[in-house]
């Protein structure tokens, strides 16, 4: 796509102000500017988008059972599945986020409580029918295997990336990694002696078009200073949007994302 003349941008992780997206600092920096966790940037989809496939593997292990959010964030996400539950339970450590999951959920089922998922869970063996991750810790699955019934549904949910027009096009402001593999998530997650059966991993691919040339740079800052922001903003936008309309299509510039899907029973 590109035709390789793009100049190196500026690389806004450099800068002192940047902090680790994921971070326990930046998951405090992003509630306390916005209150939630949820993309900033305006984009469009191709169908379907690789969260409706997760929700289609959640609704049909439930069953009308009992769920378990691990990372919840503010909850957004886990309340589409109280219809179909006898009980919602969305844990966090984020403070914040979890006071917002019970200020604004409109059902009893469903309670949001402040929670370490790589921890302990305080909860009995074998109470939920199906525990998630969807993007959250990844050292909860021995735990998982407890607290989720024998022959229950454990899934984890990651981001792995994104490709395509991103790190092409803007070198510098996105760096360089290479597309990911299935088993790739196999070597960072702590399934040892976890105790789950019939792991299954699958890269799933979704199609995303950003909007506009300040959604590149919207994306790339999301969570980050607003100092950090104005620095990028002049440093980076008349790049950015010289090579966005030079390569976006009618519906936007087309990227690449790639989500790790883990799916295994509990024993
Ligand atoms: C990328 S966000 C995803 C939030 C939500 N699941 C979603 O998809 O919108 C990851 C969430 O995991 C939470 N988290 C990170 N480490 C955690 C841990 N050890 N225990 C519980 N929650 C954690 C963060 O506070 C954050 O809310």
């Not at 699955?141 to 019934?149: A, D, F, K, Q, S």
Request: proline letters at 5%; a negative charge; charged letters at 25%.
């Amino acid at each position: 796509m590109s035709d390789g003349l793009e100049k190196i941008l500026f690389d806004p992780m450099k800068h002192p102000e940047w902090v680790v997206p994921h971070s326990p600092e930046w998951y405090k920096q992003l509630f306390g500017e916005v209150g939630e966790y949820k993309y900033p940037w305006k984009s469009t989809f191709d169908e379907p988008r690789a969260e409706m496939i997760l929700a289609e593997k959640i609704n049909s292990s439930l069953c009308e059972g009992r769920l378990l959010d691990v990372g919840c964030g503010h909850g957004e996400f886990a309340f589409q599945f109280a219809l179909n539950a006898k009980e919602v339970v969305g844990i966090d450590v984020e403070k914040g986020f979890i006071e917002k999951g019970n200020k604004t959920k409109s059902v009893e089922n469903i309670n949001f409580l402040i929670i370490d998922g790589n921890g302990n869970l305080p909860f009995p063996n074998d109470y939920f029918d199906v525990a998630y991750t969807k993007k959250g810790p990844r050292d909860w699955y021995h735990e998982g295997n407890r607290i989720v019934r024998a022959g229950g549904t454990i899934i984890g949910f990651y981001h792995a990336g994104s490709h395509g027009a991103l790190r092409e096009l803007f070198p510098g402001l996105y760096s360089q990694i290479p597309k990911p593999e299935a088993n790739d998530i196999l070597r960072v997650l702590n399934l040892h002696g976890s105790g789950l059966t019939d792991i299954n991993v699958e890269l799933l691919e979704e199609i995303e078009y950003l909007s506009t040339p300040e959604d590149v740079l919207i994306k790339k800052c999301f969570g980050q200073s607003k100092k950090l922001r104005d620095i990028v903003w002049q440093e980076c936008l008349q790049d950015v949007e010289r090579i966005f309309n030079k390569y976006a299509t009618s519906k936007g510039l087309k990227i690449i994302n790639y989500y790790h899907l883990l799916t295994a029973k509990a024993s």
